[in-house]
Nanobody, 119 residues
Framework: QVQLVESGGGLVQVGGSLRLSCAAS????????IRWYRQAPGAEREKVAE???????KYLDSVKGRFTISRDNDKNMQYLQMNSLKPEDTAVYYC?????????????WGQGTQVTVSS
């Protein structure tokens, strides 16, 4: 079994920065694509950033130039650096990972961490 545990959310003022972390643990052979999603109250969950195993990146248009996804394969960690935060970035942020363990390849979700940007 694989678990993803997030940390780093909180309350920040407009223009501030936060760094979200997501630690994967369990019988992991390889972490393939990683993603960050977010869900604001009353809204659909949306994909914010993605990084396949080749290191390329894709971002939601509204966060391009402000957010950066990264990973540390040796530590089974993924990160989301969020700069120049805006009130519309307020949401619960979830990490997601496509993981190959000793038995199967499947996707896992973190539990979510609240990010609140105050004006």
């Amino acid at each position: 079994q694989v678990q993803l545990v997030e940390s780093g959310g909180g309350l920040v003022q407009v223009g501030g920065s936060l760094r979200l972390s997501c630690a994967a643990s369990g019988s992991i052979l390889q972490i393939n694509t990683i993603r960050w999603y977010r869900q604001a109250p009353g809204a659909e969950r949306e994909k914010v950033a993605e990084m396949p195993s080749d290191g390329s990146t894709k971002y939601l248009d509204s966060v391009k130039g402000r957010f950066t996804i990264s990973r540390d394969n040796d530590k089974n960690m993924q990160y989301l650096q969020m700069n120049s935060l805006k009130p519309e970035d307020t949401a619960v942020y979830y990490c997601w990972a496509d993981v190959t363990d000793y038995y199967v390849r499947r996707a896992y979700w973190g539990q979510g961490t609240q990010v609140t940007v105050s004006s």
